[in-house]
């Protein structure tokens, strides 16, 4: 190994994870009765597959728990408050790992507990200014993989200095020439970056690109503020909203540092490197082979994702291949690590199921299609531990249909019947086959399901019913599908959701919905938001605009660069659709988003003035400039090829926030932020209030206490969508 590879490999065992013992978790000691509407999502099942660790948020908090896969006997494992977010089992039973979102914010660690709440300990993220998420398990639960995002060192380049404005962009500027009024934020701001896609493995040197997939866009998931599981990751799995991946810094910037090992969460065995990336957003290590040579690893910003065969005796790169956004355990290795399946969108539109025949080396031979489906999305994947058989869920214009899959056969695919419209996870349960799930749906809230080999799928006893989503006297509203088409010809799509009481054909006030993303989709699963307006007799349209996922991947690449602008035309051409359709009130349209689609929302208000009667923006971009200067690191690492490079595509970027049209805004504007979200920053809220209110405009800002970029605790979750409703109502007239 030369002396410079075995510098970097030095440096990053340095700064591996040591676990950090903390105090016994509650285990079966601690079991609060449940409140009555409750989700429940993101199931791990033990190998025996009678026991199922999941996310509920019964007590108002997303909190770790284990239950009988068919019975009523469920515990809280662990009672702290902090918001968990993804769970795994190990294989061997003793442990179940979990991240966590200390006081809500946008940072997390991964702890490990033993199933009985004893043995609780930190495994990586306990470190101030790091991150960290879960991978996989090795195939015999002796280690759990995690990546851990460490914080920009302290020779990054800080940006505090203002600058003149150049009269013209110059290309090849650095970021000490930034414009005017750039980094106007507080707290310096360490900007990240560059074109590369950083470095796999210690020594620095990139895969060969001549045996993987052109970079390329793809789809993402991008959760909303609402009840149950958040669908994707805010943080350093990069599923914000949007940059463009790069190694050494978005043009001079110092680059972030992600590393990935395994790690024995006992603490006897020390920390493995399995992989190391610098400049990019994601790095996840998502299945180990069976005898432990290999590792496939995720890693790349949002839309040029790629899936990467690491030997891991040398770290050294066996193939690379393309992946599309969305759920990040993209594949598995066959027993004997010769085959690879693989979640793949390369060269295609839509993600089916492919096999990479694999060398010794991990290097692809050969490369085959084992299921497809034309116009559709292979969304989840999951395999039996015996890698013979895996369950398959596509996503048909928003619904979710599922089936089973003999690996090694010739059979066709069984379908297997859905109670509810979404599959949000799958996860295989127990030697015999048996399959846990994680369903959504449009008259339910999120539950757990249980599907035992050949038979139908059974609600667990601890899950809501569907007659306790919500209260009596109101029930939930199953939406339509819409397909608008745009004002160039491009179809969009979206569901309509219409208050309850309303005589046909007579049109009624509308609250014009933006889901996040940008590559985020709208899918009919029961929103509690939703379910306010409706109650306050408004309806709900919630499109999806260009740039969304689950049309193709030239839908998800239309709204880059300049695409953009056509992006918030879209907005007004579906608001005329439900208009001209006879569904919505032209003189009582509202616009509403969260994320992406608070950006969204300021910029329809800006660049349609007199559509809307009001807005509300809901963790929004405000000036994408001062959302590159503000934003986490890897956020940025992910965001540049989606609006354009924060230095080169500066003109653009000014033109396409809301901030420079803010003099064309006419109407009421309520935003809403959580305090420690650090993937937007609130001031890109306060910014947009302030100058609202300058001009003489009603403006609000509502900072919700103890939460990040996604809203999870059930108090503040409440007050945001009654603050949204009763916003509406005032200045709807209703």
Known sequence: MAADARDRLIGAMSAAPVPVPLADAAGTRDTPRPLVAHGCWYPSADPTGEWVAFICDRTGVPQLWTGLADGSEIHLLDADPDPVTEVSWSPDGRW??????????????????RPDGTGRRIVAGADAGSSAYLGCWTRDGSAVAVTVAEPPPPTGLTVRTVLPEPSAPDHGTAFGDLPTGWAERDGPATLLGGAGHG???????????????????????????????????????????????????LDGGAPDRLTAYLVDPSGLGSPVLVAAESGAATLRVC?????????????????????????TADLATGSVLRVGDGDPWIGRFSQDGRTLWLRSDHERQFAALLAATLDEDGGRVGLSVVAEREGSDLELLAFAEDGRTAALAWNVRGASE?????LSTAARPRRVPLPHEVVTRITRAGPAG???????????????????????????????RDEDAVPPGRPPVRPVPLRPTAR???????????????????????VIHLHGGPEEQERPVFDPLYHELLGRGLDVFAPDVRGSSGWGRSFVDADLGTGRFAAIDDVADCAAHVVLDGLADPTRLAVMGRSYGGYLTMASLVWHPELFRTGVAVCGMSDLSTFFAGTEPWIAESAAHKYGHPVRDRELLRSLSPMSRVDALRVPLLAVHGEHDTNVPPGESEQMVRAARERGLPAEMLTLRDEGHEFRRADNRRLFRRTAADWMQRHLGL
């Not at 796999?200 to 599981?229: E, Y």
């Not at 005898?291 to 890693?299: E, K, N, P, S, Y």
């Not at 539950?447 to 609600?459: D, T």
């Open 199 to 249: 470095e796999v493995g210690p020594d620095g040197s990139g895969p060969d690109h001549g045996t993987g997939a052109p970079a390329g866009h793809g789809t993402g998931v991008a959760g909303r503020a609402t009840d149950g599981p958040v669908h994707g990751t805010a943080g350093p799995d990069g599923e914000g909203p949007g940059l463009d991946g790069g190694g050494s810094g």
């Open 488 to 510: 160039d010809g491009v179809r969009l799509g979206g569901w309509y959701y219409r208050a309850a009481g309303r005589d046909a054909g007579r049109p009624g006030p509308c």
């Open 96 to 113: 179940i790992a979990y991240t966590v979102a200390p006081g809500g914010g946008e940072h997390t660690r991964v702890l490990c507990v």
């Open 434 to 464: 048996g399959t846990v799930l994680a369903l959504s749906g449009s008259q339910r809230r999120p539950g757990v399901w249980w599907a035992p080999p050949g038979g139908l799928s059974a609600r667990t006893p601890w899950s809501s």
């Open 287 to 311: 299945d180990v082979s069976q005898d432990g040579r290999l590792a496939l690893v995720r890693r790349g910003p949002r839309g040029r994702r790629e899936a990467v065969v690491v030997r």
């Open 402 to 406: 599922l089936e089973t899959l003999g």
